[in-house]
């Protein structure tokens, strides 16, 4: 008869072990009773990356990736990027469930009650040079909220948890736009209330002299749309730094600083900044076939394609190509388009991308959506942070409510020197070119 464990033999000492299966998944602590002798530590799981350890239990975010199936709460993106709004998402995201009509409109409202900014925050943000990365001032501006409002480090009052989740969402866009307003020199631009949550963004970002901004339909839905997309995505690099650094019992600003850190990277929020460089490196339809060779010739990659999790065509990229269609009937068509659906075309039909399962991910086109809509491409990282607070917010709240976490701690591999004794500096030999190479190994 089966039975949900795993009998494991250890060859070293001939021992059987029965550890419990619970989901497809074992507990790497019932690896630790596997032991040579009694004073043996016990065997540790190593997975450098996390391949293949679950660190947590969640019910947020669902992937397949073999299938290219996205779930927020089990629904569908596709259905959520068609009939959603970010807000609503954002309430889905957090709250577990969709809000009926009265609770969408309370909690519009109090989003909406925390889009401003205290008067300091203007100061501090002046603080950065006028070229300071928005990303940077991001993380920065982020990890200052903690400052202004103290009683976030009560993380167990649900009510002040509750008020920070409204503030961060309601003030991301904020930050985000007098990141980028810092940087242009210009004056920054208070939230107008009457706009929708993307309309009020883009007012924040592009008003100029005008009295009233008034967004582009098409496009703020499009944004709402692309918001609506990188909301959350399970347990990638930037979420696992919000659990992670939150599991220490950190303030949620604190926490989400870390997340804004982990997206900066070139490997994680960077991606369609690194796509549009790429189609412009390329520059012309005729030197695709080119390009695409010296990629399957290892010179370089194709990026926007490829994903750890989707081995199928990325659910959010599909959408995202409908939505670049939409977005140049109104700004005109990004001449890097052409190249791009070029780049797609051939890569499909090619033995090396199909052997990898390489197909677009969520980057391939985003990048050319928002540098239509005039964002700079330092700004495309900020984009996606105000995208995927409510999936942090909620991937944080999940872990502080989770009795089975801990902080975050994990093992290690000792492989360095054995016990040895100091040296007084007078006695120690000159260092050779043995003990040089070495040193220049911890390429500090
Ligand atoms: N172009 C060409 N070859 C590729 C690419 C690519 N974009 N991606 C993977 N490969 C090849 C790689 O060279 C390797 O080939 P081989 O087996 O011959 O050595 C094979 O495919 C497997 O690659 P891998 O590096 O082991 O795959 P990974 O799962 O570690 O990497 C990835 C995933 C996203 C880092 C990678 O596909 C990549 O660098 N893509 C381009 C960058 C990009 O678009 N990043 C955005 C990711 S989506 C944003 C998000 O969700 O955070």
Redesign the pocket.
Known sequence: MSKNTLTITDNRTGQTYEVPIECGTIRTMDLRQIKVSNDDFGLLGYDPGYLNTASCKSMVTFIDGEKGILRYRGYPIEQLAEKSSFLETAYLLIKGELPDRERLEAWRYNIQMHTMVHANLTKFMDGFRYDGHPMGILVGTVGALSTFYPGAKNIFDLESRKLQVRRLIGKMPTLAAMSFRHSMGFPYVLPDNDLSYAGNFLSMMFKMTELKYSPDPILEKALDVLFILHAD?EQ??STSAVRSVGSSRVDPYSALAAGCAALYGP???G?NE??IRMLERIGSLDKVPEFIKS?KA?EG????????VYKNY?PRAKIIKKIAFEVFEVTGRNTLLDIALELERIALEDEY?ID?K?YP????YSGLIYQAMGFPLDMFPVLFAIGRTPGWLAQWTEHMNDDEQKIARPRQMYLGEDKRDYVPIENRPKISQLVENKIGMCRL
Do not use: I, Q, S, T
């Not at 990659?301 to 750890?308: A, E, K, Q, S, V």
């Not at 991910?361 to 391939?364: L, T």
């Open positions: 995505h990638n690099c490997l994680h929020g991606a690194a796509v990629v290892g990659r194709l990026m926007g394609f490829g994903h750890r990325d991308f990898r390489l991910n969520v980057d391939f």
